[in-house]
């Protein structure tokens, strides 16, 4: 399996299933985490030097930090009613406190932060939802954190995209520190397939090819984008969510396109 897959595993004592960390996709900004927690269950963590998202992917939660409560969230239980997501923005050297009160899955999505906001809630009504692309290249987005939404690191992105449709296309990339023309992302890809027993299709490529690989990504499975082109394609009968996590020295997405297939972005 190539090593920018990161699949499930079992379920540790915490209830995490998937776990990435800069260290293990030897990088330096994004961290990335999946808890399927148990109606009952509770998960506590610090958020140390690290600002946090934590995304409610299906069920729901009490959610508290150290200075906020936030009650009972959440209210889709599964990714595909494709309602925008209740969330939570933690700040670093805080803490946050989940509690399940229905089965749960959680991501954690987690970038350096540096003090500059407050704990709060990302209500449904908070997530600009759009379409992006026309024919075959269309697939709709819920803006989770975009970089008009106040944080020190992280860009939080869901998209969907149906099946025959590609996405993250004409292909793009982030990965120079070249302002304006173009900002250095490490970006996650966590992917879910309806029905399950599906794959997509994600290819990662640089202009040289020195990284040139075509992956098969199935349902629960984490692709890592350290650089390069980053297409996805979705093969007929299956619908593709994915959720998106970003993080560099600077918090802004500007991408430049494969000049090969530039002449496809007015579309």
């Known amino acids: 399996m190539s090593n920018l897959i990161v699949s499930p595993h079992t379920r540790d004592a915490e209830g995490n299933i998937i776990r ?40 729901k939660a009490n959610v508290y930090t150290k200075e906020k409560q936030f009650g009972i969230i959440g209210h889709r239980m599964s990714v595909f009613e494709r309602l925008p997501p209740y969330s939570v923005y933690v700040p670093n050297d805080d803490q946050y406190t989940v509690i399940a009160t229905t089965d749960l899955e959680l991501a954690v999505c987690a970038a350096p932060g540096r003090g500059t906001y407050p704990a709060r809630l990302i209500q449904p009504e908070d997530v600009g939802v759009e379409t992006r692309g026309s024919g075959n290249m269309e697939r709709h987005i819920q803006n989770i954190l975009p970089e008009q939404n106040a944080a020190d690191s992280l860009l939080v992105v869901e998209v969907y995209t149906p099946g025959g449709h590609w996405s993250s296309y004409p292909p793009h990339k982030h990965d120079q520190d070249h302002l304006p023309y173009e900002s250095y992302l490490e970006e996650t890809y966590y992917h879910e397939v309806n029905p399950g027993q599906g794959f997509i299709m994600q290819r990662v490529y640089t202009d040289d090819r020195s990284l040139n690989e075509t992956l098969v990504v199935s349902n629960r499975n984490v692709v890592l984008v350290p650089e390069g082109y980053h297409p996805v394609s979705v093969p007929p009968g299956y619908d593709s969510y994915y959720l998106n996590v970003m993080a560099g020295p600077i918090r802004t997405w500007k991408f430049h396109n494969d000049p090969e297939h530039e002449w496809l972005f007015p579309r």
Request: glycine share 8%; hydrophobic share 30%.
């Open 20 to 59: 990435v960390t800069p260290e293990s996709a030897d990088w330096k900004y994004v961290g990335f985490e999946v808890y399927s927690l148990k109606s009952g269950e509770t998960l506590q963590r610090n958020t140390n030097d690290q600002e946090v998202c934590l995304v409610l992917l299906s069920g």
